[in-house]
């Protein structure tokens, strides 16, 4: 059976965020369509579908390395801040970006709380393996050598 570690990234997260369209319990708030993803970046994301796409990237993140916290995927999220003239320095992602998300998820069923982090539940990692199966057809369109593996 085809899951998550057999499907590039890309595809996958594309292909889970398609189906986290669907998920009532998964919405951007009020206020993602204002805020930027953190202290280095500028401006707010462009493309309206980045709630989404941030969540399926998370959700993938949560199954492939197993309990994680607000704070390892704040540092998973952020970048270089622009100080001017001194040199840049790593800032982390935003934490309420991530902790909405998580909340999300757990309303959803698809991730539970331990007192390591957050873990993919059974039903998330049944989500994730059916979106790896059906995203499979174009992982092989782009990638004609990946059924030999």
Known sequence: ??????IPADILIRQVAEELKQKS???PPEWAAFSKTGIS???PPEDPDWWYVRAAS???KTYVNGPMGVQRMRSAYGGAR???S???RFKRGS??????MFQQFEDAGLVEK???GRLISAKGRSFLDGAAYTSKEKALEAFPGLDKY
């Not at 059976?1 to 057999?6: A, G, Q």
């Not at 934490?95 to 909405?100: N, P, S």
């Open 1 to 6: 059976m085809t899951n998550v570690y057999d």
């Open 25 to 27: 319990e998964i919405a």
């Open 41 to 43: 970046r500028e401006m």
């Open 58 to 60: 998370l959700l993938r």
């Open 82 to 84: 622009d100080r001017g």
């Open 86 to 88: 001194a040199p840049s």
């Open 95 to 100: 934490g309420a970006i991530v902790r909405t």
């Open 114 to 116: 331990n007192e390591k």
